[in-house]
């Protein structure tokens, strides 16, 4: 089967830098997503991770080591916008179907 | 362009009613995903369409639960004698043809079963 395990919360202040991790143990594993959830929006696409090694995209990077089953979102320059659950899937199956972790709670402080 | 959008925003009904939601992916997307997040919980996904064929159903929780795709376009979720724990936002998702492409969510359909 598959599983997904990421922190429930976190907590960083505006302008640092936070690293939210995600470890998986999933069969049929084709890659791995980062979705930004804000509360009562849909979940947008941040990253897509298919090969090991980090991913650069402006503020926010990703990172996948496939072996380790572990993969980590980078965000910096933290702005109060940032506060929102990030959401960890890795895909499956040749339809790419995701399974999500429960969602990292960030909360960005002054 | 317009995005996934999804019909009600809002519903709330009886347990025991049946209910229909409704899903516009965007144009030109082959495939099609429902998930349900449950208050607290993750995504959990539910069925996949590759055109109107649902090639991967196995996370409907229960015979109650079926969905349907026409002209590789609209898709509706339907809940049969809904039960309360039914209650949670379903959110539909589009992609590109190739499975590795993006999926982009709809804003979700939020089912209240009192």
């Known amino acids: 089967g598959q599983n997904i395990d990421q922190p429930t919360e976190m907590t960083a202040t505006e302008g640092a830098i936070v690293q939210i991790n995600c470890t998986y143990q999933?069969?049929?594993?084709?890659?791995l997503f980062w979705y930004q959830q804000h509360a009562g929006e849909a979940p947008t696409f941040l990253s897509y991770?298919?090969?090991?090694g980090l991913e650069e995209k402006g503020r926010f990077s990703s990172f996948l080591s496939r072996s380790k089953g572990y993969s980590y979102l980078l965000l910096k320059e933290l702005q109060m916008k940032d506060s929102a659950s990030y959401l960890c899937?890795?895909?499956?199956?040749?339809?790419?179907?995701?399974?999500f972790g429960t969602g990292t709670q960030l909360k960005v402080e002054l | 362009g317009a995005g996934v959008s999804q019909s009600p925003s809002n519903k709330v009904t009886e347990k025991g009613k049946d209910v229909e939601l409704r899903c516009d992916p965007i144009?030109?997307?082959?495939?099609l995903y429902w998930y349900r997040q449950r208050l607290g919980q993750g995504l959990e996904f539910l069925i996949y369409?590759?055109?109107?064929?649902?090639?991967?159903k196995s996370g409907l929780p229960s015979d109650r639960f079926s969905a349907e795709r026409t002209g590789e376009s609209v898709s509706t979720l339907t809940i049969q004698r809904t039960q309360q724990e039914d209650s949670a936002v379903y959110l539909c998702a589009s992609r590109e043809a190739r499975p590795t492409d993006t999926q982009y969510f709809g804003p979700g359909t939020r089912l209240t079963v009192l």
């Open positions: 899937a890795g895909a499956t199956g040749g339809g790419n179907k995701l399974t």
């Open positions: 999933t069969s049929g594993f084709n890659g």
């Open positions: 369409f590759q055109g109107n064929s649902a090639p991967d």
């Open positions: 144009s030109g997307h082959t495939a």
């Open positions: 991770n298919v090969l090991d």
